[in-house]
């Protein structure tokens, strides 16, 4: 089946760290350009950060710039997020997503085709 | 950073009706880079459309996206029960993606 789940999130002091995972499986994890998108309670969907299909290039929002870092392994069909220095503001429902893309005519267009169920992270004291 | 600004923030309609959703960036978006997605309460996002006007696999035809530049629409045709969700709109370009901030469709 093809699917992500995501995993490593909880209750976290404002400060603290916390490394969630997203485990892939059904594709081949390492074509795809992977992100995170984040989700407060109540909220709009925030994308967070981006990585392409070796790793070797990502892209973060300003917001989590310098505290978070995204990274993957593809030997083990894995995607990352490492959270550093969170805030009460990061608290929120963690997606990973997988970045298809098609050529169309002239163009590539890019787009999320597959989410993962979400983890929770919680930063309160 | 792009803005995209969905409206309305909230949209009443009956199921048979048609629902015009629509999504306007702050400065120009290429078409292949715009999408919608749905949410549904407690599930992930389901991508829609994407390229502004592609449907996505196992996707109804009743939905349909259309625009280019600043101003897109996602247009239900004729609105079913399971359709009243939240739909956001997303843009990615130089190296940032952004989401609008949703429109609620809700049964009148």
């Known amino acids: 089946e093809v699917q992500l789940v995501e995993s490593g999130g909880g209750l976290v002091q404002p400060g603290g760290s916390l490394r969630l995972s997203c485990a892939a499986s059904?594709?081949?994890?390492?074509?795809?350009?992977m992100h995170w998108v984040r989700q407060a309670p109540g909220k709009g969907l925030v994308w967070v950060s981006r990585?392409?299909?070796?790793?070797?290039?990502?892209s973060y929002a300003d917001s989590v710039k310098g505290r978070f870092t995204i990274s993957r392994d593809n030997a083990k069909n894995t995607l990352y997020l490492q959270m550093n220095s969170l805030r009460a503001e990061d608290t929120a429902v963690y997606y990973c997503?997988?970045?298809?893309?098609?050529?169309?005519?002239?163009?590539?267009?890019?787009?999320?085709?597959?989410w993962g169920r979400g983890t929770l992270v919680t930063v309160s004291s | 950073e792009i803005v995209l600004t969905q409206s309305p923030g909230t949209l009443s309609l009956s199921p048979g009706e048609r629902a015009t959703l629509s999504c306007r960036a702050s400065?120009?978006?290429?078409?292949?880079?715009l999408a919608w997605y749905q949410q549904k309460p407690g599930q992930a996002p389901r991508l829609l459309i994407y390229?502004?006007?592609s449907r996505a696999t196992g996707i109804p035809d009743r939905f349909s996206g259309s625009g280019s530049g600043t101003d897109f629409t996602l247009t239900i045709s004729r609105l079913e029960p399971e359709d009243f969700a939240v739909y956001y709109c997303q843009q990615y370009g130089s190296s940032a993606y952004s989401f609008g901030q949703g429109t609620k469709l809700e049964i009148k």
């Open positions: 390229g502004a006007s």
């Open positions: 059904g594709f081949t994890f390492s074509s795809y350009w």
């Open positions: 990585i392409n299909s070796d790793g070797s290039s990502t």
């Open positions: 400065q120009s978006v290429s078409s292949s880079y």
């Open positions: 997503a997988r970045d298809s893309s098609e050529i169309v005519g002239a163009t590539t267009t890019r787009y999320f085709d597959l």
